[in-house]
């Protein structure tokens, strides 16, 4: 009996997050827009409800009613196969996600070590689309790509051991209970900037867009693809983004707890986190020219790299002498 | 069973289900959702397939050739190196979970190792295998 409810309970926990995400993100993108909007000093979108605030059930209901064209020369099989491989790592990541002390869908020993290997699944999804389209748009875009979160998956899972030998855990609710005191950003600020770019680079977000850039490569690897299953990319672009802010908030800025003098619940404290992680990403989008890919391969992997191993060095060398 | 039991197993650890459990049934549960997603979108959406529309997207020119060509050997390069760094990366994870256990030791012994592969990296990157211009 214990056990049915149990499996019970987490099946409602699962239904919840899964839908609040997706809730969240359709809502991300307005926000998105407006941000953006303001910044280049326009409105937005102002017409569907009060301040275009309903303008993301009106996309929702767009991209459902459209035509999903399916190229004639394209494997039909894995060009449908693609969406599906790209969105389901994105939603299963959030099972090990600590959105408070007490809530999350479930929590094990080696979470974050299952949060970096699932979320680099995304990657097959997006080779598997570029190649089963048949476009040479979709297929530049796609290997850009791969090469792309490849590389700085690397400097990703490089940048999260300072704050790992820290911590001693790879459980992301006792690295959250590790922090009680002191942020690691202040332990760990070039682990942080390193992770950062990282994360902004495995989304694809700019200043690193560069698989989709809409003026070179016609939107990368998506090209060929319109209607739900587009819809699918973008979803799972912005739940990765969610994803990745949240593996930064747990890694370098305490999680869910935040400072004892200002008494606010946990989850009150990481919405404001992610909040704030979210107008980070949206501010350099808004802000910053696209890189070029020489430059972005170079800054990886003769800057970042060399960077992250002198840290980890650090990080150790100074632990064992006054630790 | 009452109420306030199933309001306190929300909020506690797992105590007989194996918490891998509930990834398993995330798993289920996202790939049902995008299955139905898809499926609905294929009850209510119009579908007037078209030889143009459905021919691969060039800038409005008709398709020259079979898109799947060959491409730079600069992929299979950096794909290479991404699997010899990434096992670097999981030797160091268990390596910093047990840092304080392992003491003088596993530092020594870590920084040995990550010496060894920066060996391989410069002559990487002497060879050139880092440049992407």
Partial sequence: MDMALEVAVAA????????VVQLVVAYMIYVERKVIAHAQLRLGPMRVGWHG?????????????????????????????????????ALVVYAVLPFSATFYITQINIGLFFVLAISSLGVFGVVMA??????????????????QMLSYEIFLGFSVIGPLMLAGSL????????????????????????????ALAETNRAPFDLPEAETELVAGFHTEYSGMKFAFFFLAEYASMMVIS??????????????????????????????????????LRATLPRYRYDQLMRVGWKFMFPLVMLNIFLTGFLKYLFL | MDAMEVVGAFFRDYEVINPYIPIFLITLMAAALAASILIFALIIRPNNP???????????????????????????????????FDVEALFLFPWAVRYDALGLFGFIEMMLFIAILLVGYFYAWRKGALEWA
């Fill in chain 1, 12 to 19: 409602i926990k699962i239904f919840i997050v899964v839908n």
């Fill in chain 1, 53 to 89: 605030l309903l303008q993301p059930i009106a996309d929702g209901l767009k991209l459902f009613l459209k035509e999903d064209i399916v190229p004639d020369k394209a494997d039909r099989i894995v060009f449908v196969l693609a969406p599906v491989m790209v969105l389901v790592p």
């Fill in chain 1, 130 to 147: 570029g190649w089963a389209s048949n476009s040479k748009y979709s297929l530049l875009g796609a290997l850009r790509s791969a090469a």
């Fill in chain 1, 171 to 198: 459980n992301l609710q006792e690295i959250v209970h590790a922090q009680r005191d002191v942020w690691f950003v202040f332990y760990q600020p070039v682990a942080f900037i390193v992770f950062f770019v990282a």
């Fill in chain 1, 246 to 283: 949240t593996i930064g908030i747990v890694l370098f800025f305490g999680g869910w707890e935040g400072p004892d003098f200002i008494p606010l619940p946990g989850f009150v404290w990481y919405c404001l986190k992610l909040g704030a992680f979210m107008f980070v990403f949206i501010w």
């Fill in chain 2, 50 to 84: 078209d030889p143009e529309k459905n021919s691969p997207y060039e800038c409005g020119m008709p398709p020259l050739m079979e898109a799947h060509e060959r491409f730079s050997i600069r992929f299979y390069l950096l794909g290479i190196l991404f699997l010899l």
